[in-house]
């Protein structure tokens, strides 16, 4: 079925350097995506999104960058800080679908001083 | 600052209780969310609404129903709760971007 999954589980990453999440979708009609950080005990907050008809977007030290071709998507943190251990999540949202995003596993980031 | 409250946060409950999840939002948003998700796990989506009277079941089968008699509340309730319902249920909004507005979620624990 139709799915998005990341790559890798947990991320350890020290202080100071960039960390890259990559996520694989499996849906070409995919037009929409989201980065979201949740942190324990809260919801999911908002990082960066990015729309099919883009290739790259940057935010504030993030970039997320697309490409449909392989249907990767991945989010890049630029200069790691200990406030960016979270667990990361991709979604898409198929407006085929009715406007539902789907979420994949999320990727445990975890900053080493 | 969020728009969109859950209550409780926490809440233990003993097997066999109906229990009622609140969840208000104040940005006017037709569309909401419920999603279960276990620690660390992916979000699976349990019910969704487009407005006011509408409701829908979600990709993943819920023991739980919803209602939307006000655009800014959307409770989930649980007729019986059981062990197997102990998780966090996340609620959410979607804006005009497409995108999601999370609530910070309950933690339910059904002993």
């Known amino acids: 079925g139709e799915s998005v999954g990341l790559h890798l589980p947990t991320l350890s990453v020290q202080e100071g350097d960039n960390s890259i999440i990559n996520c694989a979708y499996s849906?070409?009609?995919?037009?929409?995506f989201i980065w979201y950080k949740q942190e324990s005990g809260k919801g999911p907050q908002f990082i960066i999104d990015?729309?099919?008809?883009?290739d790259k977007r940057q935010g504030q030290r993030v970039t997320v960058l697309l490409n449909k071709t392989v249907k990767h998507l991945s989010l890049q943190i630029a200069a790691t800080q200990p406030g960016d251990s979270a667990v990361y999540f991709c979604?898409?949202?198929?407006?085929?679908?009715?406007?539902?995003?789907?979420f994949g596993g999320g990727t445990r980031v975890l900053v080493k001083p | 600052e969020a728009d969109i409250y859950q209550t409780p946060r926490y809440l233990v409950i003993g097997t066999g209780k109906k229990i009622t999840l609140e969840c208000s939002q104040t940005?006017?948003?037709?569309?909401m969310y419920w999603y279960q998700q276990d620690p660390g796990m992916e979000l699976h989506l349990i019910h969704y609404s487009y407005g006011v009277n509408s409701t829908e079941k979600g990709d993943l089968s819920s023991e739980s129903t919803v209602s939307r008699i006000r655009t800014e509340h959307f409770p989930l309730t649980l007729e019986s709760a059981r062990p197997s319902h102990t998780s966090q249920y996340l609620c959410?909004?979607?804006?005009?971007?497409?995108?999601?507005?999370f609530g910070s979620g309950t933690r339910l624990t059904v002993v």
């Open positions: 849906n070409s009609a995919s037009d929409y």
């Open positions: 959410a909004t979607m804006n005009r971007g497409d995108g999601y507005t």
């Open positions: 979604a898409e949202n198929i407006r085929s679908a009715g406007n539902k995003l789907t």
């Open positions: 990015i729309r099919s008809n883009m």
């Open positions: 940005m006017g948003h037709d569309k």
